[in-house]
C-alpha cells in the first residue's frame, strides 16, 4: 500500500475537512495476530466498564501529563507505521486505548480529553461498526469553551450546513484520522446496539459487499449486523509526558 501521506488528500470522507477514512490498513494476517496479542494480554491488563472493556497502554494519563511507560513491540511496530506514513503527529505515538465491544455495546458521544494532541487514529478490529459524529454545541456559540463541555449522550445540537452531522461505517482492518474542527468541534459516539444503518455513512459505497450486511423491514436501507466482537485501537500523543508527577 502507497504511504498515506504520499496523497492523503484521496482518503479525506464527507464534507467535513480533515477527515481521512483508510480501507484495508493492515491485511487480514497482521489483524489475527494483532487480535492474538490483544487476547492473550494478563487479565490485569483488562479494566472492565459498564458497557465495554478496555486496556490501557503507555500510561497513566493524568491532568498534568502523562506517566508513561513503554509500549510493547508488537504496538509500537503498528503506532510507528500510522504515525510516518500520516505525517499528521507532532511525535511517535505514546498513548493506546484498546477497547473491545460486544455485538450490543457502544460507547456515548463524547470527546477526548485536552491532555491529548488534536489528532486520533483509530484502528478497526472484529466486527464492522458504525461511528456517529454529532457537531458539538460549542460550534454554534463562539464564547463556548469545548473542553469544558461535557458530553451529552442523544445531544440536538441543530444542522448547520457548515457543521452537519454524519457517519462513517468502520471496516476491519481499516484506520480512521481525524483532526481539527473534526475533532475538537464534535462529539464521536458508537450507537448501543447490534442492528446499525449504514446507508447514509459517508463511506457507503466502501461497505458494500461485506459478509455482515444485513436487508432490513425498510428495503431502501442497508444495515450492518454486528454479530461478532470488535476491538478499536485508539492511538494518541499525550504531550506532556511527567517521569514523575508529584516533582515540578
Same mark, same amino acid.
Request: negative net charge.
Given at each position: ?40 494480554? /494478563?487479565?490485569?491488563?483488562?479494566? &472492565? =466498564?459498564? !458497557?465495554?472493556? %478496555?486496556? $490501557?497502554? #503507555?500510561?497513566?494519563? @493524568?491532568?498534568? *501529563? ?23 503527529? /507532532?511525535?511517535?505515538?505514546?498513548? &493506546? =486505548?484498546? !477497547?473491545?465491544? %460486544?455485538? $450490543?455495546? #457502544?460507547?456515548?458521544? @463524547?470527546?477526548? *480529553? ?39 449522550? #442523544? ?94
Amino acid at each position: 500500500m502507497e504511504p498515506i501521506d504520499d496523497d492523503l488528500n484521496k482518503f479525506k470522507v464527507g464534507s467535513v475537512p480533515t477527515v481521512f477514512y483508510i480501507p484495508d490498513f493492515i491485511p487480514y494476517p497482521d489483524q489475527t495476530l494483532l487480535l492474538n496479542h490483544i487476547n492473550t494480554a /494478563p487479565v490485569s491488563k483488562w479494566k &472492565v =466498564l459498564k !458497557n465495554r472493556r %478496555l486496556q $490501557n497502554w #503507555g500510561g497513566i494519563v @493524568h491532568e498534568k *501529563g502523562l506517566l508513561p511507560q513503554d509500549l510493547p513491540p508488537w504496538l509500537t511496530k503498528i503506532t510507528k507505521r500510522i504515525s510516518d506514513e500520516s505525517s499528521l503527529f /507532532p511525535s511517535a505515538i505514546n498513548h &493506546v =486505548l484498546i !477497547n473491545e465491544y %460486544l455485538p $450490543n455495546q #457502544g460507547i456515548m458521544p @463524547h470527546q477526548d *480529553g485536552p491532555a491529548y494532541f488534536p489528532v486520533v487514529a483509530i484502528l478497526s478490529l472484529g466486527s464492522p461498526v458504525v461511528m456517529d459524529f454529532t457537531p458539538h454545541s460549542s460550534l454554534f456559540d463562539s464564547s463556548s469553551n469545548i473542553e469544558d463541555k461535557d458530553p451529552i449522550e #442523544g445531544a440536538d445540537h441543530g444542522n448547520l450546513p457548515n457543521y452537519p452531522p454524519f457517519s462513517i461505517a468502520l471496516m476491519p482492518g481499516s484506520l480512521l484520522i481525524f483532526k481539527d474542527v473534526a475533532y475538537s468541534g464534535y462529539l464521536h459516539g458508537i450507537k448501543d446496539c447490534e442492528i446499525q444503518q449504514y446507508d447514509t455513512a459517508v463511506n457507503a459505497s466502501e461497505a458494500l459487499g461485506h459478509q455482515s450486511l444485513i436487508e432490513t423491514e425498510d428495503k431502501n436501507s442497508k444495515a450492518i449486523h454486528r454479530s461478532t466482537t470488535r476491538v478499536s485501537l485508539t492511538c494518541r500523543v499525550v504531550s506532556k509526558v511527567r517521569r514523575n508527577l508529584f516533582r515540578f
